[in-house]
């Protein structure tokens, strides 16, 4: 059974940064990565990145957002700059399995305010 717990998010001012950390257990396969949901939207994919390091991102965070994963310890990170108020959101880890399912974990916010 995969888990996945995430921590690092908070209140920045716009132009701030902030780390995202996943710590994920279970038989983790190929894909992680980073959803986000904005207050009244919908669930948007954010960033993903293979166990080989390849990653791709949604445009609006290009050039900002890095996403890096550590194999031996199953984690993944998303490194967040630049931060613009649109950012604002629950973030959540997710990683597929061995069997090709998809898990996430429960959340963690980020706000960026005045």
């Known amino acids: 059974q995969v888990q996945l717990a995430e921590s690092g998010g908070g209140l920045v001012q716009p132009g701030g940064s902030l780390r995202l950390s996943c710590a994920a257990s279970g038989s983790i396969g190929i894909v992680m990565g980073w959803y986000r949901q904005a207050p009244g939207k919908q669930r948007e994919l954010v960033a993903t990145i293979t166990r080989t390091g390849s990653t791709d991102y949604v445009n609006s965070v290009m050039g900002r957002f890095t996403v890096s994963r550590d194999n031996a310890r199953n984690r993944v990170y998303l490194q967040m700059t630049d931060l613009k108020f649109e950012d604002t959101g629950d973030y959540y880890c997710?990683?597929?399995?061995?069997?090709?399912?998809?898990?996430w974990g429960q959340g963690t916010q980020v706000s960026v305010s005045l």
């Open positions: 997710f990683a597929n399995d061995m069997f090709g399912g998809s898990h």
